[in-house]
């Protein structure tokens, strides 16, 4: 038998006819219920001194076969952001979470949350990893690009205090004015539709 001929009964074997590929709202809803499932068990988790990393990595995995098997969709536009916000707040892994921001507005520079994933680029710089000359690079592209956005206020305000303490910003007996609204506040406010945020 021609070597062609057996490679192709190979081929139909292993793939019955029945087997069909997952849609990428299958895939994201797989990776959505995978993420509702470690929300629940997170805080007692991380309480209890577990392994969130342990909890989390499938939920990762998971939003990441979505943007292997389908990199266009809408479906991986969300599970980039998701994969971001897990490593952000769930992880706790600021330099994987920069690193994760700047891949979703690489890939979906246009994104909805293209925004927000450059302005949190800059916070995290500037408040967890105190570089403050990436921060103030960050900030920069990001008004370049977004001076209309809602964020714009809250990376003038970063910009202008980068590394300040709440201290020399607030010092005590000073009448102490509101700075606009921190970015975990209106990050949690424009996560995309049935995100969490872990």
Do not use: W
């Not at 069909?20 to 994201?28: G, H, I, W």
């Not at 891949?103 to 994104?111: A, L, S």
């Amino acid at each position: 038998m021609n070597r062609v001929i057996l490679g192709l009964l190979v081929l139909v074997a292993l793939f019955p006819a029945g087997c069909k590929k997952a849609t990428p709202k299958e895939l994201f809803q797989v990776a959505e219920n995978r993420s509702m499932q470690a929300d629940r068990v997170l805080d007692s988790l991380r309480a209890a001194g577990g392994d969130v990393n342990a909890l989390l990595q499938p939920v990762i995995d998971a939003y990441e076969t979505v943007v292997k098997e389908y990199p266009e969709s809408q479906e991986a536009e969300h599970s980039l952001h998701s994969i971001a916000t897990i490593l952000n707040n769930g992880m706790r892994q600021p330099e994987k979470a920069v690193v994760a921001y700047k891949r979703y507005v690489e890939v979906f520079p246009n994104g909805p949350q293209a925004a927000n994933a450059m302005f949190l680029t800059g916070f995290i710089y500037n408040n967890e990893l105190h570089n403050l000359d990436s921060a103030r690079a960050a900030y920069g592209r990001f008004l370049n690009r977004f001076p209309q956005s809602e964020l714009a206020s809250s990376a003038l305000f970063e910009l202008q205090n980068l590394g300040k303490s709440p201290e020399e910003l607030f010092p005590q007996g000073s009448p102490q004015e509101e700075p606009p609204a921190t970015a975990h506040q209106k990050h949690k406010s424009r996560l995309p539709a049935g995100s969490k945020t872990l």
